[in-house]
């Protein structure tokens, strides 16, 4: 149950949203385009960022670019 001490962890690195257009979730209710954002763990698809909600949510690396 790591993962509900991710928020509390330090940040890995940072990224920067460059477009929240899914074809099947609604990115754009957690992500807003241009915004960077936290990294709190990382898989080989998988950010999982604090999102707009303030929320822990893995997103794929897609959405982002690294900076």
Known sequence: MIHLTWKQADTIKQVKCI?????KYLVHNALTEGQVYDVKNETEEFYFVVDNKGE????????????
């Open 19 to 23: 477009h929240t257009n899914a074809a």
């Open 56 to 67: 822990i949510s893995g997103f794929y690396k897609t959405y982002f670019q690294e900076i």
